[in-house]
């Protein structure tokens, strides 16, 4: 089985923190994907990463970076946390190509 | 037109019915097409892949029309179970990344 693994299942931040999301994945896959989701607005895409140190931004990069220096890793980073940066942040990854992506369970981060 | 566009619903219906959720396009190039089911508060997983000559498994049944930029999803005699919200998903524009529609609440109850 594929496994997704994002480190902290919640997460609660100060306004103008650094904030560092992790994942990662164990099936070898080349793509890797960063979602917000949040009420009445679905997933959202912020950046993806199609191999090691590659990086592509999303719909929604404001306010994010993201580093992915391995393989199996793929790192979220909020530079200065923001309040309307509270959301569920999902991470996922597949193989190359027109495949399924199969997801972590999840960040709830909250800003306060 | 948004990328991918669904009913949110909510559909609620009795055990044993059947419901139909559809779904919109708006990327003619698209490739690649899936249902994802996401449970409250849980991470969505694969559903079902959507293929051109559609498919089905088990109860349920997904088509995809091409010409009209449409994909449908067919649950027969629904399960209390099959409460979730359904995410219709659809390769972007590039074909790099998945994009997903706000998802369809489906309540079965008893």
């Known amino acids: 089985d594929v496994k997704v693994t994002q480190s902290s299942r919640y997460l609660v931040k100060r306004t103008g923190e650094k904030v560092f999301l992790e994942c990662v994945q164990d099936?070898?896959?080349?793509?890797m994907f960063w979602y917000r989701q949040d009420p009445g607005l679905g997933l959202r895409l912020i950046y993806f990463s199609y191999d090691v140190k590659m990086k592509e931004k999303g719909d929604i990069p404001e306010g994010y970076s993201v580093s992915r220096e391995k393989k199996e890793r793929f790192s979220l980073i909020l530079e200065s946390a923001s309040t309307n940066q509270t959301s569920m942040y999902l991470c996922?990854?597949?193989?190359?190509?027109?495949?399924?992506?199969?997801f972590g369970q999840g960040t709830r981060l909250t800003v306060v | 037109r948004k990328e991918v566009e669904q009913d949110p619903g909510p559909f609620n219906v009795p055990e044993g019915a059947t419901v139909a959720f559809n779904c919109t396009y708006s990327n003619s190039a698209s490739q690649s097409f899936f249902w994802y089911r996401q449970d409250c508060r849980k991470e969505p997983k694969l559903l079902m892949s959507v293929y051109s000559s559609g498919n089905e498994d088990g109860r349920f049944t997904a088509q995809l029309n091409r010409a009209s930029q449409y994909i449908s999803l067919l649950i027969r005699d629904s399960k209390l179970s099959d409460s979730a919200t359904y995410l219709c998903v659809v390769n972007n524009q590039a074909g790099t990344a998945l994009i997903f529609g706000k998802g369809t609440t489906l309540s079965v109850s008893s």
């Open positions: 099936m070898d896959h080349e793509n």
């Open positions: 996922a990854s597949r193989i190359q190509g027109n495949t399924e992506a199969f």
